[in-house]
């Protein structure tokens, strides 16, 4: 619910700028504004994009994300994409706000802290609460400690088992002689 009270606040205020900076200079100028910033924020989204993808496919499948500095300048450059897509001046401040250096910082820093959250409350939903039972203890950290103590006095090659020989039972087909007249 506050998510969508603030998008609606928002976008009557980005109407509301756009009204009034439109009575000082020509609407028409702000008009070529939103598309020009459309543009410039495609551009950045697609050229951050084509980084920002692979580490996202490396953080499904390790969970982490590298803290990469190229990276995180990435993101920060798609966040700003995003905002200068949407048609608005606000957004458009708060677009070139966000490819400040130190705003980078924080931006990206609450990114990965709810990022991160999000992932510790998917882990604990999939796992029923066992987390909480544990006291935030890892509940697989006996199984994978009794697994090393296996691999290090077993051959993971050689399986263990019992040869026996199977008859087949084949169903015959008889032939009748059928004697023609």
């Known amino acids: 619910m506050n998510v969508v009270l603030m998008v609606v606040i928002g976008a009557i205020l980005e109407i509301a700028v756009w009204i009034g900076v439109a009575q000082f200079i020509s609407g028409w100028y702000v008009f070529f504004w939103f598309i020009l910033a459309a543009v410039i924020g495609f551009k950045l989204l697609r050229s951050s994009t084509a980084t ?29 994409g995003i905002l200068l897509i949407i048609p608005g001046l606000i957004s458009d401040v708060l677009a070139v706000l966000i490819l400040l250096p130190p705003v980078q910082k924080m931006v990206v820093r609450a990114l990965m802290s709810a990022m991160a959250k999000r992932q510790q409350a998917m ?20 199984l994978m400690r ?13 399986i263990d088992g019992e ?8 169903k015959k087909i008889e032939l009748k002689d059928v004697k023609k007249n």
């Open 123 to 142: 882990m604990s939903k999939m796992m029923g609460g066992m987390g909480a039972d544990l006291g935030g203890k890892n509940p697989f950290e006996d």
């Open 146 to 158: 009794q697994m090393q103590q296996q691999t290090g006095t077993r051959d993971s090659s050689i």
């Open 163 to 170: 040869a026996r020989e199977v008859q087949p039972d084949y």
């Open 52 to 80: 920002i993808m692979p580490q996202l496919q490396q953080m499904q499948m390790t969970g982490q994300l590298s803290a990469d500095s190229t990276v995180t300048h990435k993101i920060a450059l798609a966040i700003s």
